[in-house]
């Protein structure tokens, strides 16, 4: 294992980072190849010396959402041991999980099953995004998406005049997106990405060439100038992808398994483990796992003196035998410059929670009062369709091309723009097939709406009769193939009252847990529509049958469309309703900015409040725009990186 829990008392670290996601241990390597004594201190289990274990809980795990693999385990033949792992009140550094987000809010009301959820949620809409709390992060289960974002999603005011412009440009990011393509390794041909003003250096070409198109993405490439939005024609373009089209790296080319969400099984896809392991064999860094920071300790004179810490026994879970938290220590470690890499949501929580026994009643870095605020994802339209002739999901990477060329235009000015994902996975995120559809079949029911009816209704059997062999055979082949999904990632808005604050509910080590207020904008519901009838265009030009279905009125996650548009449902007429997913996009909450007044950090991602204390990862995002983040992230970490070695460096600093 990678990592350990020891932190030495009396040393004074050239940098101390809280956090080893895929920021972290980006600015980590960066400053040990320079020779700068480093300590992470990480609230999640070390970084294990194979995927065995992630493997066998992806396998045997009843559920294959995003969290699975990893640790704290979701699941246990165990019914009382399965029940305290998903009850955040008796673990040590609980996350938010798929299985949780959304349903113990009742519509329109607060969470009140806190020992069921980890965030708070206080609505009116539930946050639906996840997080990992490990070594690598949240990279463990991402799909790899590597865009960079367009030159005016850093202008949104200036050019639209919605949300706020960033401090940087596209042109001030071109040389780190350069960067996190080459750590990373992507896969991408440049031809591709040259488009809505994304430009590259003369020289510059991705690592690896872009990943083999699928069978899906060519029919939907047929058909995708058929259709118009806002006067612009569709175009499929081959996805940028953090993951290996040859061998690179030491890792191998992908191998086709179509479960890149939560786990790559032969780690052809790039997660922050391998940044995070190269950072250790500098032999300058440090990582301690199983440690989580509590305060944010700030001197007299306005800087950062240290991080204070409690860790923790993985092993020990809260019963009989062990009625008491599972502390194995408490101390303090001190640096000369710290890094808060520790995700949009637990950074601001940590710095809320630094109130220093009361002389930052606001919190460490806050004097903006905007810590916690503008919390944004990507809230994602889902639809899906069965095709006339076979496609062949349920095979290669879970997505290989989208439709990026909506990403930007005037229509920003009235709604959110979005990006297409074309998925290659069949129904399995839309209706958790292969598994409904084959149950569908095997017992007589039609969950999915592909088994077909019964064609003799006047026989005493079920309108839909269970299919066995040769029948079921077939059925099954003509119902999978053709199934396909695209997901429309819309532009949410910046909004104050979306936010995250501290929670009186408290995790087992007794820290205050992640209190979320949450909600869609009229801009960002008005991006759903728009999604939602390029969708519906898109499928009919493909001669494609449509079986996206809209939420029920009493599911949480349901909302109106904004324009008022009805719909008929059982001969009575009802609003049209939308199905808020979430993408695991989590952003905003402490944001970059010009001004110390309206932001948390400067450009170079430096607390105005304190000079030496640094925040990176996405909650420096303005604005959401439409592009995956974790490219952005890799860059703007490289920036921070090269910040500090600057900052540490003797003689003059540049700013």
Same mark, same amino acid.
């Given at each position: 294992m990678n990592g350990s829990s020891n932190v030495p008392q009396d040393k004074v670290y050239d940098v101390v980072i809280v956090g080893g996601g895929i920021s972290g241990a980006i600015v980590a390597k960066q400053l040990g190849l320079k020779g700068h004594e480093v300590l992470i201190l990480e609230s999640g289990d070390a970084i294990p010396d194979n995927r065995n274990a992630f493997m066998h809980r992806f396998y045997s795990g009843p559920a294959k959402v995003p969290e699975v693999p990893y640790t704290p385990e979701l699941f246990d033949a165990d019914p009382q041991r399965a029940r305290k792992l998903n009850d955040p009140t008796f673990l040590n550094a609980p996350r938010a999980t798929v299985l949780?987000?959304?349903?113990?809010?009742?519509?329109?009301?607060?969470?009140k099953n806190l020992d069921q959820a980890y965030l708070d949620q206080q609505g009116p809409l539930p946050f639906s995004s996840s997080y990992e709390r490990v070594a690598g992060g949240t990279t463990r289960h991402w799909l790899g998406t590597s865009l960079r974002n367009c030159p005016n999603d850093f202008r949104l005011k200036t050019a639209y005049g919605q949300g706020v412009d960033w401090p940087i440009g596209y042109d001030d990011l071109a040389p780190w997106y350069a960067k996190a393509e080459d750590e990373i390794g992507v896969s991408a041909n440049k031809a591709d990405q040259e488009y809505l003003g994304i430009t590259f250096a003369p020289d510059r070409q991705y690592p690896m060439p872009g990943?083999?198109?699928?069978?899906?993405?060519?029919?939907?490439?047929?058909?995708?100038?058929k259709v118009t939005v806002d006067g612009i024609a569709l175009e499929v373009r081959n996805t940028p992808a953090g993951r290996n089209s040859r061998p690179f790296g030491e890792r191998p080319a992908c191998a086709g398994n179509t479960?890149?969400?939560?786990?790559?099984?032969?780690?052809?896809? =790039?997660?922050?483990?391998?940044t995070l392991n190269q950072a250790l064999d500098t032999g300058k860094v440090q990582l301690c796992v199983n440690t989580v920071a509590t305060q944010v300790v700030v001197g007299a004179a306005g800087a950062v003196e240290a991080i204070e810490y409690v860790q923790y026994d993985p092993a020990v879970l809260h019963d009989a035998a062990h009625p008491n938290p599972s502390i194995t220590g408490r101390g303090k470690v001190r640096g000369k410059r710290f890094v808060i890499a520790a995700h949009a949501i637990e950074t601001p929580k940590l710095l809320l929670n630094s109130t220093n026994d009361g002389k930052l009643p606001s919190g460490v870095a806050n004097g903006s009062g905007q810590v916690g605020k503008n919390l944004m994802d990507h809230p994602l339209y889902l639809a899906w369709a069965a095709t006339s002739e076979p496609v062949y999901g349920y095979r290669g990477p879970l997505a290989t091309s989208g439709i990026e060329n909506v990403r930007d235009g005037a229509f920003r000015k009235e709604r959110g723009a979005f990006r297409v994902e074309i998925g290659n996975e069949g129904w399995n995120f839309a209706k958790s097939d292969p598994y409904n559809t084959t149950l569908d079949m095997v017992l007589g029911l039609n969950q999915t709406r592909l088994n077909p009816p019964n064609p003799y209704p006047q026989k005493p059997v079920s309108p839909n009769p269970p299919q066995f062999g040769v029948g079921l055979a077939q059925s099954l082949n003509a119902g999978l193939t053709r199934q396909f999904r695209v997901a429309m990632l819309i532009e949410q808005s910046?909004?104050?009252?979306?936010?995250?604050?501290?929670?009186?509910?408290?995790?087992?080590?007794?820290? &205050?847990? &992640?209190?979320?207020? =949450?909600?869609?904008?009229?801009?960002?519901?008005?991006?759903?529509?728009?999604?939602?009838?390029?969708?519906?265009?898109?499928?009919?030009?493909?001669g494609a049958t449509e079986y996206t279905e809209p939420p029920?009125?009493?599911?949480?996650?349901?909302?109106?469309?904004?324009?008022?548009?009805t719909v008929e449902v059982d001969g009575k007429t009802a609003p049209r309703l939308?199905?808020?997913?979430?993408?695991?996009?989590?952003?905003?909450t402490y944001r970059m900015g010009s001004d110390a007044?309206?932001?948390?950090?400067?450009?170079?991602?430096r607390s105005w409040?304190?000079?030496?204390?640094?925040?990176?990862?996405?909650g420096v995002f303005p604005t959401v725009a439409t592009a995956n983040p974790t490219l952005t992230i890799a860059a703007l970490a490289f920036w921070a990186a090269d910040t500090l070695v600057n900052d540490l460096a003797p003689g003059p600093k540049a700013r």
């Open positions: 949780a987000l959304g349903l113990p809010l009742a519509k329109g009301q607060p969470n990943i083999v198109p699928s069978v899906v993405d060519a029919a939907v490439t047929a058909a995708a100038p479960n890149c969400i939560p786990i790559c099984p032969i780690q052809a896809k =790039y997660d922050a483990s391998v910046p909004e104050e009252t979306n936010a995250v604050t501290l929670s009186t509910a408290k995790d087992w080590l007794g820290i &205050p847990r &992640p209190k979320i207020t =949450y909600g869609l904008s009229e801009y960002t519901k008005r991006g759903f529509v728009a999604a939602a009838q390029a969708a519906t265009d898109l499928f009919k030009a493909m029920d009125p009493s599911d949480p996650t349901a909302f109106e469309d904004p324009s008022g548009a939308f199905k808020l997913w979430g993408s695991g996009h989590v952003v905003g007044k309206t932001s948390v950090v400067d450009k170079f991602q409040d304190h000079k030496n204390l640094f925040l990176v990862g996405s």
